[in-house]
């Protein structure tokens, strides 16, 4: 028998968290840059 | 037996390894013939020939069979030496039966018929390629291939550092560059989840769903990590549909960009080069990506914690003998061991199963759907955006590192031979890679 609801909040609550997750990564690689260019002077 | 000295596999060899050895032929031949992933394809097409040599003993593991409850022997019903299939009776007591939990041959009976046997004595040593639950029926490895299966996946090894290798070999310079695309990967892993609904309503259980879920993911070592925390017993079928899959790219990921694309969509021009990357900035995407999440989903940090210290070996600039080791040599000798091992877990009693035919279905339903997904995504993100995005490059949001972006590269340049959307593609290609470790990691934290 089949925890529907178990997987549901698997389903859901992972994809979410995937998509969270790489949405904070996205502002912190955002963040990152603004703060490489401003400390180093965008130094490559 | 030959000469009357030893015995031959001929008397174990059925038809079900006659046909697995012909699908490892193809496998090798399309590796060797059509260049379809050969580094992965040969190794494990080579195990499944192995495997499925009876008598080889190369995937053994030695299983005891202890009487149930206790009892005089009445009947022995099979001989040393000779092969049963899962639940055979072995020999039956006065007081039941002793049945075996999995298929295999008897290596040693040591009861007799009239022996009286006390609850838990063994009556049998068995030898089966069989993956078991060691809680209820514990097993030790006994043949070369069966104990690098044992302490290289099962143990969880070989894939994290599959992934260390792996992190040496990726340059998220076009994601740092354009770190919209990192939405690209996440909106590919909808494959994920929605191959695992499917293979729920057709009958798996939640970890053998998750399992097949994350052939979406596209990264064989995520897909064999999950697989061996979760379901083992299928982890032969997973990592072969995810394998294949990969270097079927070509095949699966165009038909889907052009049904869910317009003419004009693909032809959108994307300018060739990226904003150059600092390398403080490549220093330290690897050092905030594994702190972030494995906050978050600690169990990722197998996956995560190696596939970002490789990264960093790469970028870092003073390791440079242990970027080109896990660059090389160590990338080498993991993929032979974790190959060979994977190729071995298919026996044709494991492997010829309706549901095999089942999970091969559900992985190209995910591949499939998580380029869709990823190509979706793109097209909803240019009703916001001022510079268009070709939706193109969501497809290469599949991971199947470079093979996807690559695809990509070409179908972009068939519309407009001007664009190159290489380097734009790799950003979701390297995305999509990040983002099925961490739903690897959810799923055997939910689940596992």
Redesign the interface.
């Known amino acids: 028998m089949i925890d529907w609801d178990l997987s549901i909040k698997t389903a859901v609550g992972g994809f979410g968290l995937v998509f969270g997750i790489l949405i904070l990564l996205m502002i912190t690689v955002e963040l990152t840059r603004v703060i490489t260019e401003k400390f180093f002077g965008g130094k490559k | 037996m030959l000469f009357g000295l030893m015995e031959t596999g001929f008397p174990l060899f059925y038809w079900g390894n006659a046909l697995m050895i012909v699908i490892a032929l193809i496998l090798i031949y399309l590796a060797i013939a059509k260049d379809m992933e050969p580094l992965l394809l040969v190794p494990i097409g080579f195990g499944m020939i192995l495997v499925n040599l009876p008598l080889g003993g190369m995937m053994d593991y030695e299983m005891r069979l202890k009487a149930p409850q206790a009892g005089t022997v009445m009947e022995i019903s099979t001989q040393e030496g000779k092969g049963f299939d899962k639940g055979s009776v072995i020999c039956k007591l006065d007081s039941g039966e002793v049945v075996a939990p999995v298929f295999g041959r008897v290596g040693e009976l040591i009861v007799e018929k009239g022996q009286h046997v006390e609850k838990g004595q063994v009556v049998a040593s068995i030898f089966t390629m069989e993956q078991t639950d060691q809680a209820v029926y514990p097993s030790r490895p006994v043949g070369l291939l069966s104990r690098i299966f044992q302490y290289g996946v099962m143990w969880q090894i070989l894939p994290p550092l599959m992934f260390l290798c792996l992190g040496a070999l990726t340059d998220f310079g076009p994601?740092?560059a354009n770190?919209?695309t990192?939405?690209l990967?996440?909106?590919a892993?909808?494959g994920?989840?929605l191959a695992?609904?499917m293979a729920?309503f057709v009958g798996f259980?939640?970890p053998e769903?998750?399992s097949i879920g994350i052939i979406g993911g596209a990264e064989g070592p995520t897909t064999i990590y999950v697989s061996s925390v979760l379901a083992p017993h299928i982890i032969g079928a997973t990592a072969v549909a995810c394998y294949s899959y990969m270097a079927l790219v070509p095949i699966i990921i165009p038909p889907v960009i052009r049904l869910l694309t317009t003419k004009k969509e693909r032809g959108i021009f994307m300018k060739p080069s990226l904003r150059?990357v600092?390398?403080?900035?490549k220093i330290?995407?690897p050092l905030?990506?594994a702190i972030?999440?494995i906050l978050?989903?600690p169990t990722s940090a197998a996956l995560m914690g190696c596939f970002m210290v490789g990264n960093l070996f790469k970028e870092c600039g003073v390791t440079e003998r242990l970027r080109k080791t896990a660059q090389t040599t160590f990338v080498d000798l993991i993929t032979i061991f974790l190959t060979l091992a994977i190729g071995a877990s298919m026996p044709a009693q494991n492997f010829l199963q309706p549901k095999t035919l089942l999970i091969l279905v559900l992985g190209v339903i995910s591949f499939a759907s998580a380029a869709g997904a990823g190509v979706l995504l793109a097209k909803f993100m240019n009703l916001f955006l001022k510079v268009k995005i070709n939706p193109m490059i969501g497809g290469a949001g599949v991971s199947a590192v470079p093979m996807s972006a690559r695809v990509v590269q070409v179908m972009g340049q068939k519309e407009n031979p001007k664009n190159i959307l290489l380097m734009h593609a790799m950003g979701p290609n390297v995305?999509g890679a990040?983002?099925a470790a961490?739903?690897g990691g959810?799923?055997i934290g939910?689940?596992g």
Do not use: D, N
């Open positions: 994601m740092l770190p919209k990192l939405l990967g996440a909106a892993q909808f994920v989840y695992f609904f729920l259980t939640l769903a998750a150059k600092s390398k403080v900035e330290v995407f905030i990506t972030i999440v978050i989903v995305a990040i983002g961490i739903a959810v799923f939910i689940l």
